[in-house]
């Protein structure tokens, strides 16, 4: 089929290189603008536009996919399907364009976890099994007709970008079948559960703050949903302090809320192996890589060598913290 493959960030390169590599054509690709990144906030093209490049693809990044000059664009293209991997929501007027409509690759196993921020709440949640779909695209958003899933086990030390790497290789994969078997004609969609569905919503900078009356299990689950970046976030001596790799330990909690509000966060002492062992509201959790703000990214027994710990208590919000980490 000819495809005009949708999509701007790195989860999206592995589908476009399995289309390149596929028998389908891909006859253009769209995507965003650049972006200004860097001390000097120089424009620079976001990954699935360098990886179109370097194919010399023809690439279009329209402001208004509803202006009709885009719309001619399409249509002089001749796609027969359009495929969207993590990009913007297409209008009806685009998608009812080529004959067998359009498809998207959702990183979640759908109806569960719709939504722009799949992967981030399957890891908040501890699931320990997750996946990716194709599905048709329709007007309401992560709703359309399913066409293939494909389940994904979650291990005990993924974090946000181990397992988003994992399911960008798979949902590739998984998008070549797709549009094989609906070039061949053996492939048909199945309407999704509305009741079934959970959502999973953008994450804000409040998603990413540490609870210490949590359980361990929970805070460890928070932490690797936002690692390797932009880091889970709470704060020491009043500057942010973050945290990317930790283990948990289970544990008796605090006895009474007072005394949770009190104890929690508090850096109780360091293990055997030279690591801070914090107080949470169910269990013990052991810090392995942390940065203070202004600081480098390190294992936390070096950060202790500057920074004793012992005694201190991780918690109330720093006046320096920036929001636009996320």
Known sequence: ????????????????????????????????????????????????????LEQRLPVFEPLNMKAEVF???????????????????????????????????????????????????TLINGETVTGVSTFQIGERIDAGNLLLQREVSIDDDDDFGSLHDRLAVTGADLLIETLDGLEAGTLSGTIQSDSEATPAPKVQPSDAAIDWTQSAEAIRNRIRAFSPAPGAWTTLDGKTFKIFRCDATPGAGVESPARRTEFSGLVQ??????????????????????????????????????????????????PNHNSSSL
């Not at 000819?2 to 995507?31: C, D, I, N, Q």
């Not at 990183?107 to 722009?116: A, H, V």
């Open 1 to 52: 089929m000819r495809v005009l493959f949708f999509g701007t960030p790195e989860f999206a390169v592995p589908s476009l290189k399995r289309l390149l590599e596929s028998s389908h054509t891909v006859a253009g690709v769209v995507t965003s603008r650049d972006k200004p990144r860097g001390r000097g906030l120089k424009l620079t093209p976001l990954p699935v536009k360098l990886a179109a």
């Open 71 to 121: 719309l001619d664009q399409v249509r002089r293209l001749s796609p027969d399907i359009l495929v969207v991997v993590a990009f913007r929501i297409l209008p009806r007027t685009l998608f009812e364009i080529p004959p067998h409509g359009a498809v998207n690759l959702h990183p979640s196993l759908l109806p569960k976890y719709r939504g722009p921020a799949p992967i981030h709440w």
């Open 269 to 318: 002492k360091i293990d055997k192996d030279g690591f801070p062992v914090i107080r949470t509201g169910h269990g013990r959790l052991v810090l392995r890589i942390v940065q203070l703000e202004g600081k480098k990214r390190m294992d936390a027994d070096a950060f202790l060598r500057g920074y004793p710990l012992v005694g201190k208590k991780l918690g109330a919000k720093s």
